[in-house]
């Protein structure tokens, strides 16, 4: 996986996207996801395959959405926390694009419930409001 952006440039990405965007608290841990109850990715295609993936708990997919679409937990439905979490894959994968080498085309973003992690790459690992946060660079279309 050479020419992709390092761990720290992933974390910083990362953690400037979660922050800034959404302005909710977020640490830096160890550690490779078992399982995601939400996962969102998008895929990379052109000089590199690949894909980008956000992975959290379902409690947390919430509470990106009660932020980003500024509403109440009891008025969400699954489509919207999807819609979020796959917005932020977007945001977060769109800058990790930039990252690599020319041409690179940033696909749709694309929601898995109960994800199973299966490819080869890096992770980085968060905490946020005491729920875990992976996000993965993975080698292989997700």
Known sequence: ??????????SDITESVWTGFLD??????????????????????????????????RQLA???????????????REALWSDALGEIANIIGGNVKAMLPAPS????????????PRHQGQVVAFRSEGEPLHILLLDEAV
Do not use: K
């Open 105 to 116: 085309q940033l696909g749709l973003p694309r929601f898995h419930a109960d994800w199973q």
């Open 24 to 57: 909710i608290p977020l640490a830096r841990t160890r550690g490779e996801p078992s399982g995601c109850e939400c996962a969102a990715s998008v895929s990379i295609q052109g000089a590199w395959n690949g894909s980008l993936v956000v992975c959290c708990s």
């Open 62 to 76: 919430q509470r990106v959405a009660t932020t980003m679409f500024q509403c109440d937990a009891d008025e969400l």
């Open 1 to 10: 996986m050479s020419n992709l952006p390092e761990e720290e440039h992933l």
